[in-house]
């Protein structure tokens, strides 16, 4: 069985496949994974001869350590999901420890990506793509892939993970991948699985607030949609709105003006049952 616990072990797998010239198609993940994850490896063996998967729950990337403890835990499931799925044959897993990773101090590198890192869950979340930065810099020179997947839903995670590799200049190409939705509108999460099925029915308003704000958007301004699907939140209990905003996809910086041939995505982060869910929609 391809699990590897400890980055050494890996690397001596890593440099095998490179001997024999086979490519690497990599899915970082925190686990608790769901169909949204499986389709990024579905898609990453498509294109590789190897499939490499890591679940680890990277503590330095949490600003809150509640919703650290809180973050579901599977790991056996997981890798049986992974060979059900896709067999042992192309697949490796690297499984490590928080010390594997970190040693004994887990803390964060600082990185600068060209102010991505300022806007939303930059602002919101001090340190996070800090967390995010220092593990996928250390999984990308253990790893070695040729190209790594990254889920949309993610949406400013994925510009981030495509300016650290440009700014590291590391030889891998950042596929982004289609938002995969529950059959009424919820963005697969990992975090879902802590909803009530009441409730993660109910957070299907989420992608409904959102493909509203992108038929208002048609015919208002900036202003004006932010303000109608502000007032859709407050016209409910359940769902708490921490932000919506409305960014040119390109540099991530919310705008108040539209401007002919320019592309704009709409972003929003709500809290049901103290979890926090983020989605994003583009909008022209
Ligand atoms: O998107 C995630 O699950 C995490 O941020 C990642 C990319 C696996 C890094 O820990």
Redesign the pocket.
Known sequence: MMVFKTHKTLTSKVKEFKTKGLSTGFV???GALHKGHLSLMEQALESNDILAV?I?V?PT?FDNTGDLEKYPRTVEQDVSLIYEAFGKEKVIIYTPTVKDIYGHSPVSKKYNYDGLEHVMEGANRPGHFD??GT??EFLFHKVQPDAAY??EK?FQ?LQI?KKLVEKLELPIAIIGCAIKREPHGLAMS?RNERLSSDSREYAAFIHKSLVKARAHFKNHSIPDTIAMVESLYHNQSRLKLEYFTITSEETLVPVKRKYHKHTYRAFIVAHIEDVRLIDNLRLS
């Open positions: 970082p993940t925190m890591s680890f990277n990337q967390g995010v593990i996928l990254f889920g993610d995670q993970v990992s």
